[in-house]
């Protein structure tokens, strides 16, 4: 068996509970106790677009998305909820629906798809444990990119009683997140296969899309590693997304459709307390840029306007139909992110041609998926005009990457680009990382490592 595998031997708390009745009675009917809408068994064509589109409100949507832009400033919190995040005042007992969401519906799920994938007699079927491997990559590794030590490898032990597992330095789980994307690239390739992908609302099934996706997310983590690696994360990063994503048909998106709306949108309709961040809209003006009307929408005088970070600006814009139209797909990672990727490390590394081509495409490829349209002479004039620079780099892929987790990350990393301080703030600086939830601090708080969500992740140095 796999070394990952390995390590999620069991099923803990479990999702599906199988009911048997043994040595009963012949006069009991043996259906007497089978819920009809709760099988003991899920087909796996089900159990698939329920973990995508568990991602794609949970960590690609509104759970997370919404609270790591307010602090990139790419929104502004300004009322309720959103403006004590603003603050960077968030606590563990807020984190608890997100933290729950992620173990159950995400990594729990994708355990069992895995073990339905790999132990039916007759059915072996590498394909669908290869998707379900890289839905549970991406998400451990946005996971740990905010919480950095997780429960992992002892997590998922209910037979063995583990009920208060160890948690994984993020060490461990970089070194776990690359085992589970190298053997979901081997499961995605094979050339037998049971049973079909299907339910798949992502790619349709389309198994070299997943292969893709599997190779730029280790792209995307080789990458946020450069502190700890210098000039061999990049080299790294350059070879996994020679394997990556083609165009934006590849994007790693989530989609959504009027009966069951965007996250962004759904909050809107209920709160109303985010408007879009003067720092992203500034910066978009400056450059005359083409997505700002379909990422800002006007404001109450017709103006496409952000609010100053602390403002509380409740005439501000409100976010446009790109990141919060109702059945707005939310983005997991895009081929534009996996061109600013190439951009940067081959930057780092001195190849400058190279950098330059990478850094025109990955502007052209999210204009082109936001609008609809490229305009060369739009980036001729406004960028291509501009020596490239590290932090040109950066600036062009926090914009790219608005409504996605990456510019925080990025940030963490870089520096870049510059932010300015709430000024009412709770802390000195932007937090680090998420608290870890309440419910893991009642009930394995023994594991649960002290720390603040000022301290730094391994990873940032």
Known sequence: MKKYIKHLKTVGLAIVILLSVVACDKWIDPDLNIDPDAPAAVPMNLMLPAMQQSFGYVLAGNDMVRVTNIWMQQFDGVSRQSYTEARYQILPADINNTWN??????????????????????????????????????????????????????????????????????????????????????????????????????????????????????????????ELNGNSAYSAALAAAANGFKSNSDNLEVPWESANHNPIYQFMEQRTDIRMGATLVDMM??????????????????????????????????????????????????????????????????????????FEEAVKASVERVTGAWDQDWFDTQLGTQTLSLELIMDQKYIATFGT??????????????????????????????????????YNGDNVPSVTISDKLWWDK
């Open 101 to 226: 969401s992620i173990y159950t519906e995400i990594f729990m799920n994708g355990k069992i798809m895995v073990d339905i994938a790999e132990n039916t007699e007759g059915k072996y079927s590498p394909h669908n444990a290869g998707v379900a491997k890289t839905i549970i990559a991406a998400a451990l590794g946005i996971s740990t990119d905010v919480w950095g030590d997780m429960p992992f490898s002892k997590a998922f032990r209910g037979n063995e009683n583990v009920l208060t597992p160890e948690f994984d330095t993020q060490e461990q789980i970089y070194d776990t997140l690359m085992v589970i994307l190298d053997e979901a690239i081997s499961d995605l390739s094979a050339s037998e296969n049971a049973v079909d992908v299907d339910g798949d609302v992502i790619y349709d099934g389309d198994i070299d899309q997943w292969k893709n996706a599997a190779y730029s997310i280790k792209a995307r983590h080789a990458l946020q590693l450069s």
């Open 405 to 442: 987790n990456q510019a925080y990350a990025d940030y963490r990393r870089t520096g870049l680009p510059a932010i300015a301080k709430h000024p009412n703030a709770v802390i000195n600086a932007m937090p680090n990382r998420y608290p870890y939830s309440q419910n893991e601090l009642d």
């Open 285 to 358: 003006k400056d450059i005359d840029d083409p997505r700002l009307p379909e990422y800002v929408a006007e404001d109450g005088d017709g103006e496409l306007r952000g609010a100053v970070i602390g403002s509380q600006d409740e005439t501000a814009s409100y976010p446009g139909d790109y990141v919060a139209g109702a059945e707005a797909s939310t983005v997991m990672m895009s081929y534009s992110e996996l061109k600013f990727i190439e951009a940067e490390a081959n930057f780092r590394l001195g190849n400058s041609a190279d950098a330059a081509t990478a």
